[in-house]
């Protein structure tokens, strides 16, 4: 069975910098991309960064382009999100996804098959 699990949400300042984590876990494929999203109350999920089962091909959304930068360690299979400079409007839930159809990471949350349980990223001024 596969499962995500993310880590490392919580509340930081504005312009503070927080690392969130995702270990996934009970798939075999060798080809997958993972992807972060975010989502708040009355909201659309917002794609935010994407990272082929490589690493070599990263894709980012406009609104956190420059300031977040995704990883992926295949030996740990953890995908890790480093948020910088943040700001009030990065407040959301932070979840993580992967699609185990697709070697190059999509922007479309239907495109992803599995997902984790969300962690709370909160940015206060």
Not at 62 to 88: C, E, H, P, Y
């Amino acid at each position: 069975q596969v499962q995500l699990v993310e880590s490392g949400g919580g509340l930081v300042q504005a312009g503070g910098s927080l690392r969130l984590s995702c270990v996934a876990s009970g798939f075999t494929t060798l080809i997958y991309s993972l992807g972060w999203f975010r989502q708040t109350p009355g909201k659309e999920r917002e794609f935010v960064a994407g990272i082929s089962w490589s690493g070599g091909t990263t894709t980012y959304g406009d609104s956190v382009k420059g300031r977040f930068t995704i990883s992926l360690d295949n030996a740990k299979n953890t995908v890790a999100l480093q948020m910088s400079s943040l700001k009030l409007e990065d407040t959301a839930a932070y979840y993580c996804a992967i699609d185990l159809d697709r070697a190059v990471p999509s922007r479309e949350a239907r495109s992803y098959n599995y997902w984790g349980q969300g962690t709370q990223v909160t940015v206060s001024s």
